[in-house]
């Protein structure tokens, strides 16, 4: 809500046109589907002073009502980012969504501050994560109710990030085992919440041209395709 500023329909106004805006963060879909998850459990007294029409920064999109979609049906959203008149609110949508994105293996330790040059410092505690920009993307979109695939790579130690997808209902045929290592980092976050990231590619790195076409292959014209920079191709 930092962005709308406390009101709930600027913060999805503001999700919605940082899509389109270069520097800012692209996961709107996300971020709509988590500001409407929101509304969904707010109680009825907060609920009636917020308008009801969500407008969309771009000419010809279709407007929502948040009352319509406060309990995060993903038709809903669909039809609000896809500029398609034969589909208009309310009906269902069969668009795929292709994350061709990272899985990692994350460390996360806790620190009085990050490490220096030179210094060998002692942790106060030590967590391990799933986690990878892919992941987190394939986790939010297939509990927001999306139909997700990811596509990337594991090593030999990746199955519990398989597993996870897999038990959140995400499609992951398209992940291949790769010898070696999956991605990992390594996470220092201190008392203030400030981090310091270490990441080391792994498997991510391991995707071939002709793999990518295999999984390509498998979606057409009206399916979106999700990337995070995480990977090698």
């Given at each position: 809500?930092?962005?709308?500023?406390?009101?709930?329909?600027?913060?999805?106004?503001?999700?919605?046109?940082?899509?389109?805006?270069?520097?800012?963060?692209?996961?709107?879909?996300?971020?709509?589907?988590?500001?409407?998850?929101?509304?969904?459990?707010?109680?009825?007294?907060?609920?009636?002073?917020?308008?009801?029409?969500?407008?969309?920064?771009?000419?010809?999109?279709?407007?929502?009502?948040?009352?319509?979609?406060?309990?995060?049906?993903?038709?809903?959203?669909t039809n609000f980012i896809?500029?398609?008149?034969?589909?208009?609110?309310?009906?269902?949508?069969?668009?795929?969504?292709?994350?061709?994105?990272?899985?990692?293996?994350?460390?996360?330790?806790?620190?009085?501050?990050?490490?220096?040059?030179?210094?060998?410092?002692?942790?106060?505690?030590?967590?391990?994560?799933?986690?990878?920009?892919?992941?987190?993307?394939?986790?939010?979109?297939?509990?927001?109710?999306?139909?997700?695939?990811?596509?990337?790579?594991?090593?030999?130690?990746?199955?519990?990030?398989?597993?996870?997808?897999?038990?959140?209902?995400?499609?992951?045929?398209?992940?291949?085992?790769?010898?070696?290592?999956?991605?990992?980092?390594?996470?220092?976050?201190?008392?203030?919440?400030?981090?310091?990231?270490?990441?080391?590619?792994?498997?991510?790195?391991?995707?071939?041209?002709?793999?990518?076409?295999?999984t390509l292959a498998d979606?057409?014209?009206?399916?979106?395709?999700?990337?995070?920079?995480?990977?090698?191709?």
């Amino acid at each position: 809500l930092v962005f709308g500023k406390g009101d709930f329909t600027a913060t999805l106004s503001a999700a919605v046109s940082c899509g389109w805006d270069t520097d800012c963060n692209g996961a709107t879909i996300g971020s709509v589907m988590g500001a409407l998850h929101g509304a969904a459990a707010l109680p009825e007294e907060l609920k009636a002073p917020l308008h009801d029409t969500l407008y969309s920064f771009i000419p010809g999109f279709h407007p929502i009502a948040i009352s319509e979609c406060a309990a995060g049906r993903w038709r809903c959203i669909t039809n609000f980012i896809r500029n398609d008149d034969e589909n208009p609110i309310g009906e269902e949508i069969h668009m795929k969504i292709l994350n061709f994105g990272s899985l990692n293996r994350d460390l996360v330790y806790a620190v009085d501050h990050a490490v220096l040059p030179g210094e060998t410092l002692a942790s106060s505690g030590m967590e391990p994560f799933c986690g990878g920009k892919g992941l987190n993307q394939s986790l939010a979109l297939a509990r927001a109710g999306a139909a997700v695939y990811h596509a990337g790579c594991i090593g030999s130690d990746g199955g519990d990030l398989l597993r996870l997808l897999q038990d959140s209902g995400v499609d992951t045929r398209h992940i291949r085992r790769v010898d070696g290592p999956s991605g990992h980092a390594i996470i220092q976050v201190d008392g203030r919440g400030q981090n310091s990231i270490l990441l080391f590619g792994g498997a991510n790195q391991r995707i071939s041209p002709e793999s990518i076409g295999k999984t390509l292959a498998d979606f057409g014209e009206g399916d979106l395709l999700v990337l995070q920079n995480e990977i090698n191709s």
